[in-house]
Nanobody, 123 residues
Framework: VQLQASGGGLVQAGGSLRLSCAAS????????MGWFRQAPGKEREFVAT????????YYAGSVKGRFTVSRDRAKNTLYLQMDSLKPEDTAVYYC?????????????????WGQGTQVTVSS
């Protein structure tokens, strides 16, 4: 397994969760990484991305100001801090490693994908 996402669960609206994605150094150390999500009956969508150094980030408009993406290169781990959660944030969240060192919201630019972790926000 090259990417392992964890930290999902059930939370009330307004609550917080922190997702983690453990990656192998071979697949992530010099690559941009991102978070995506897929709600039931919907296509997978972009959530957040970070460049290889962790110095640049970019967010989907729906989560900007509420979610924070970060990475610990020493631990080869990607994080997604999710605050002020809303019922519409309910989805399976996936982490992924991009083909380059840059951050990108383009799913076609991602090579390795984790198995996903379920986030459910109750109203």
């Amino acid at each position: 397994v090259q990417l392992q996402a964890s930290g999902g669960g059930l939370v009330q609206a307004g609550g917080s969760l922190r997702l983690s994605c453990a990656a192998s150094a071979r697949t992530s150390s010099n690559n941009g990484m991102g978070w995506f999500r897929q709600a039931p009956g919907k296509e997978r969508e972009f959530v957040a991305t970070v460049d290889w150094r962790g110095s640049s980030t970019y967010y989907a408009g729906s989560v900007k100001g509420r979610f924070t993406v970060s990475r610990d290169r020493a631990k080869n781990t990607l994080y997604l801090q999710m605050d002020s959660l809303k019922p519409e944030d309910t989805a399976v969240y996936y982490c992924a490693t991009s083909l380059s060192s840059a951050m990108t919201s383009d799913q076609s630019r991602y090579r390795y994908w984790g198995q996903g972790t379920q986030v459910t926000v109750s109203s």
